[in-house]
């Protein structure tokens, strides 16, 4: 299954936890690009700018999905459509030994702007399991503004605008919500309001409503 939702919304500490009650593997893309390319998605957008991101995200969800035959082995053996490098030194967390059997179960966070990546959504699409962590507009930009005071700033899909600039921080990001929040109602089959849970209350929501779906 796949976490999907807005920056701020849980997608990672839910996973951690709903993988560990469910006995599955936990991937998060953000993390795995990291582990790829040597950079944060942040940095690899401000480098090499969005295609370069969106590419880096389609590539860790087909290497998730060709661990775990999640998404199809047209989608694991599609190559990857940039000139982005994925095979830069990794820890090993996300590689499968030549000859070893692929697994069924696996919870996968994505990051907040994949619903934007057209070929990451087509992966997602096939992907039986598709949560979305539903959280009101003023919750996550209260946390997103808590995050800008300690940096300084809002993150990239709000223009780097300095955190004193917060008013038209949160009209980008009003807009950026409405328009997001949309794509992922539409792409999901299952969705979670997360309003008075925690993580580990969302977490226990999920594996519960999980079961009527195919565990992978």
Do not use: W
């Not at 605008?161 to 999901?188: D, N």
């Amino acid at each position: 299954m796949i976490l999907l939702g807005l920056s701020r919304s849980g997608k990672t500490s839910v996973g951690r936890l709903l993988a560990k009650r469910l006995g599955c593997s936990f991937y998060d893309t953000d993390e795995l690009i990291r582990i790829r390319t040597g950079l944060t998605p942040r940095e690899l957008c401000r480098q090499g700018g969005v295609s370069a991101l969106h590419a880096a995200e389609a590539a860790a969800l087909r290497e998730c999905c060709a661990l775990h035959d999640c998404g199809g082995d047209a989608f694991a053996a599609e190559p990857l459509l940039s000139s982005v490098s994925l095979s830069l030194p990794t820890d090993g967390s996300a590689e499968k030994p030549q000859g070893a059997a692929v697994e069924n179960c696996a919870v996968i966070a994505a990051g907040g702007g994949i619903c934007d990546n057209t070929e990451a959504s087509a992966i997602v699409a096939a992907i039986p399991l598709r949560v979305f962590l539903y959280a009101t507009e003023a919750a996550l930009f209260e946390r997103l503004t808590h995050d800008a005071l300690q940096t300084g700033y809002y993150p990239a899909f709000l223009r780097f605008l300095p955190v004193a600039q917060k008013a038209e921080a949160r009209h980008l990001f009003i807009e950026l919500y409405t328009r997001r929040t949309e794509l992922y109602r539409r792409s999901c089959n299952l969705i979670i309001d997360t309003a008075g849970l925690d993580c580990a209350a969302a977490a226990q929501k999920i594996a519960e409503q999980s079961s009527h779906f195919p565990r992978t």
